[in-house]
């Protein structure tokens, strides 16, 4: 439990070890527990040792006593927090304490942060209620669920748009304990009646910066909960035993904790993006996708953990109860006085739907002047033009090896993305490039799709010759390959290759079918799995070789889709001849070869942001401020899940770009986006139609039905969902294999 998922850098971990460090040697999740049966919920000893050690003041100005870090410090303390349920009113401390330090005047700062910052003082912070305060000043109103207030000193409470900042004894001022749920924190209800406030006490326009604050630092702690439920969860399938195994060998255990690691991983990205950012301002749609998440994950990791625990999990003696409690109950604190979907919504309408501002290091001005330069010259070149630019200047496959492309490492990547803009360079689609003067030109920025991952791969494994003769054309877009992985009995088990080649004077007999073949119709060349050793295991004893489709013995026929489209092919090889110089890589150790193919479909920053739909939120919005209200009442608060989750794909990019920056080793966002990728272009055109009504089913709207029905291959396509949770499940949690699988 010692360590974050949010932290990347080494500051990062360094701070979560001390965090963790303290927590342990207090014994925080046993404190926790105490508080069952009536301990404290405000631990005096545990108290002392955060303030002691900075980190009540961890986020606030040094000139008021605090360290002078942001929120992404903050954000690593209290997942570690999230992970032992520390009880306490730290979160809520802490929360106000941010606020204070970003938004109120200097009277207010100066009189207020130096005693949260040294934790001789507590705050709360309220987010809903009818608190109203006049022009003299004068407060009135409730605030009902205020979390950490029957131990504040000081409440931070909005009041509409606006905050007011009280003291919890002032007069007119009464706070109610409430019974919580969570034990391990109080929560109380605050009623304000005629309460006088100095003009420096009432914050104009402050609220939503307030609640941006609570999201994020809530979003943390949630980040804590959800890996900690899935941990107990893992580590007990992987010891119990039902039927003579362990339950972590069943397919339906695995995809409970697969769907779990997944959820983990979305909450921890969207809240890693919205804790670095510059300002509060810049954060408000970020905090809310991150808050999104982490009502979802944090409660359906917390059951999902009791139910895979089964009977014990049930147990007052049991933890899981614990997580369960805090989770639903920050949930609930989450959503309380305006919905986090809705206003996901509500800025992908109003066009605030970005990431947050943040800074990249100083070594990235370089690859940002010579970026810009590109972009300027590009933008002033007729189309016919621009793509024999992109391949000269590297900036067609930036990530590739030179002299193809510039070798860019993780920090380049996300200079060119930001300024080519990430949705032309990674998407195919049209990008708006800016001139030299900050006119905007649209133009079409290839994505080479299967070619380029197969090309690139080429380019790896290749020899010289190969290397010179296929990998410009295919930069030049003047060749295309397919994949020629599956077949009709190896699918996701893309390795049970049945295709054969028997070796002849000068190169190899290839025979036998692919099937599902994206684009085979269309393509000159193959890169296919072959077996040339019939006696060696599945995955050894195969050999990539690239086959020409006009070669004789080559026939491709085109599958006709749910769409009318012919999109994939069935291949038949009879007794194709493929010559020796056409073998990419080592003979029978193909299957390498093969797995970095699959693999380099993610290498770029800019993949894996979402598949083409012809169909996009702004068109989902669209639709459902046209629909009937009963409609669109029923399913905003979907429509706002579909929009995050497009959202955090390209955060976990982003992420694992920056984790290889930081040197950090490699986490799991690979293997999630793929999934994720195919599930969201699902979901984006589910909703859609449910939203057309009759529209989608009569003709009236047919980019959206057709990406509804193209749609429904993604999750099949180069692997099916179900196979890829497996994978997750065994390869990055750790489950066991079935051990009925062979």
């Not at 205020?146 to 003291?167: I, N, Q, R, S």
């Not at 309408?349 to 290091?361: D, H, K, N, V």
């Not at 060349?525 to 050999?543: E, N, Q, S, Y």
Request: net charge negative; proline share 4%; aromatic share 4%.
């Amino acid at each position: 439990m010692n360590r974050s998922a949010l932290a990347i850098t080494d500051e990062h971990r360094d701070l979560a070890e001390s965090a963790a460090g303290l927590l342990d040697r207090l014994q925080a999740l046993t404190a926790a527990r105490a508080t069952l049966d009536e301990g404290s919920a405000h631990p005096a000893e545990l108290w002392t040792a955060h303030a002691d050690l900075g980190l009540t003041g961890l986020a606030l100005a040094e000139d008021h006593g605090g360290s002078g870090f942001g929120l992404a410090e903050l954000a690593v303390v209290l997942e570690l927090q999230g992970r032992r349920v520390c009880p306490g009113p730290f979160l809520p401390t802490v929360a106000a304490a941010v606020v204070i330090d970003r938004c109120a005047p200097k009277s207010v700062r100066t009189q207020l942060l130096p005693r949260l910052a040294d934790g001789t003082a507590v705050s709360a912070l309220g987010l809903s209620g009818t608190v109203a305060a006049d022009s003299d000043g004068l407060a009135d109103g409730e605030s009902p669920a205020v979390l950490g207030a029957p131990d504040a000193d000081v409440l931070v409470l909005t009041a509409g748009d606006d905050l007011v900042v009280v003291d919890a004894d002032a007069d007119g001022v009464t706070v109610t304990r409430l019974a919580g749920l969570d034990t391990t924190r109080s929560i109380g209800s605050v009623a304000l009646r005629g309460v006088r406030l100095p003009r420096d006490r009432v914050i104009r326009g402050a609220a939503r910066r307030a609640r941006t604050v609570f999201r994020i630092l809530a979003s943390a702690e949630a980040v804590g909960i959800s890996w900690a439920c899935l941990e107990m969860a893992v580590e007990y399938a992987k010891v119990r035993e039902q039927f003579g195994r362990t339950i972590g060998t069943f397919q339906a255990v695995k995809h409970h904790a697969a769907n779990m690691l997944v959820d983990a991983e979305q909450t921890t990205a969207a809240t890693w993006d919205a804790a670095r950012a510059d300002d509060l301002d810049s954060a408000w749609f970020p905090a809310a996708v991150a808050a999104s998440h982490a009502v979802r994950a944090q409660v359906g990791n917390a059951q999902n953990n009791i139910q895979l625990h089964g009977g014990i999990g049930y147990t007052w003696e049991h933890d899981a109860h614990l997580y369960l409690r805090r989770a639903r109950t920050l949930a609930a604190l989450l959503g309380d006085g305006a919905d986090p979907l809705t206003d996901i919504v509500e800025a992908q309408r109003s066009g605030q739907a970005r990431g947050a501002t943040f800074r990249l290091p100083a070594e990235a001005d370089e690859y940002r002047q010579a970026a810009r330069s590109a972009v300027a010259e590009l933008s002033g070149l007729p189309e016919d033009r621009r793509r024999d630019f992109l391949v000269d200047s590297g900036y067609l496959v930036p990530h590739w090896p030179k002299p193809w492309g510039r070798e860019a490492g993780t920090l380049e990547q996300l200079v060119i993305e930001e300024e080519f803009g990430s949705a032309g360079r990674s998407g195919g689609g049209t990008s708006r490039l800016r001139g030299p003067t900050g006119e905007s030109t649209p133009t079409k920025v290839p994505d080479m799709g299967i070619t380029g991952w197969v090309t690139l791969t080429i380019s790896q494994a290749g020899t010289d010759d190969q290397r010179e003769r296929w990998v410009e054309p295919v930069l030049r877009g003047q060749t295309m390959w397919c994949q020629l992985f599956s077949e009709p009995g190896a699918g996701s088990d893309a390795a049970a290759v049945r295709t054969a080649a028997k070796r002849v004077d000068g190169g190899w007999r290839v025979t036998g079918q692919k099937v599902w073949t994206s684009l085979a119709h269309l393509c000159q060349w193959g890169l296919a799995t072959v077996r040339t050793d019939p006696d060696a295991p599945k995955h050894a004893g195969v050999t990539m070789m690239a086959i020409d489709m006009k070669a004789e013995g080559v026939t491709v026929n085109p599958l006709r889709g749910i769409t009318g489209d012919s999109h994939f092919n069935e291949v038949f090889f009879d007794d194709v001849f493929v010559p020796d110089a056409d073998v990419v890589g080592d003979v029978n150790r193909g299957w390498l070869v093969a797995r970095a193919t699959l693999g380099n479909e993610r290498i770029s920053i800019g993949g894996g942001s979402g598949a083409p739909t012809g169909f996009s939120a702004d068109d989902l919005v669209a639709l459902l401020d046209s629909a009937p209200a009963d409609v669109a009442a029923a399913r905003v608060r979907r429509a706002g899940e579909v929009i995050a989750a497009g959202h955090t794909l390209r955060l976990l990019n982003l992420r694992r770009a920056s984790r290889a920056i930081a040197g950090a080793e490699p986490g799991p966002e690979g293997n999630v986006t793929k999934l994720l990728v195919a599930e969201h272009s699902q979901w984006l055109t589910e909703l859609g139609v449910e939203l057309a009504g009759t529209a989608a089913v009569t003709g009236a709207t047919p980019a959206l039905t057709n990406g509804y029905l193209g749609n429904r291959a993604m999750t099949i396509a180069g692997g099916t969902s179900e196979i890829t949770r497996n994978t997750i499940a065994e390869r990055i949690l750790g489950l066991p294999r079935d051990p009925l699988v062979k």
